[in-house]
């Protein structure tokens, strides 16, 4: 039986995504966008604003973003990449609503980050607490660039 994988992002400035987009080619696999179901404004990412909706999410550890789409055939994949920015050191917590809203039991879970300064750091570990059942995971990963080679080399490691 073939490994069937699913690439899964959030991605809020586009970066994310196209990275995203490439691990699904070279993977073969599926990709799905976690569109939030209110779109994230740049004032609501201004990380130098205390008020702004990324910083009350991200001081806030029970935060659920609400998620406006859905996998529809989960169940089908085998391995879930999950790809996301770092925000504070870590995933954005529109990440904990996904990785909650589905049964991951014996699936693989691999994350990989996109970041302008930090790398993956806590994030994969963190990750973690959020899903329950038997799930392997694979090492969190920072791809900042849609490269080909770099990608390639850790799904052949990772997969």
């Known amino acids: 039986m073939a490994n069937k994988v699913l690439v899964a992002v959030f991605s809020a400035s586009g970066v994310t995504k196209r990275v995203g987009q490439e691990i699904a080619r070279i993977s073969g696999g599926d990709f799905f966008e976690i569109v939030p179901a209110e779109k994230y404004t740049s004032d609501d990412l201004n990380y130098m604003n205390s008020r702004s909706r990324s910083s009350v999410e991200m001081n806030d550890p029970s935060v659920r973003p609400e998620i406006a789409n859905r996998v529809s055939d989960m169940d089908s994949y085998d391995t879930v ?43 994969d570990t963190e990750l973690h607490k959020n899903v329950s059942g038997d799930v392997k995971w694979g090492k969190g990963v920072q791809i900042n660039r849609p490269n080909e080679s770099t990608i390639r080399n850790w799904l052949e490691k990772a997969l």
């Open 81 to 123: 990449i999950i790809g996301f920015p770092i925000w504070w050191g870590v995933a954005p917590r529109i990440i904990e609503t996904f990785l909650e809203s589905y049964d991951f039991g014996g699936k693989t879970i691999i994350p990989f980050c996109t970041s302008g300064g930090s790398g993956v750091g806590r994030s």
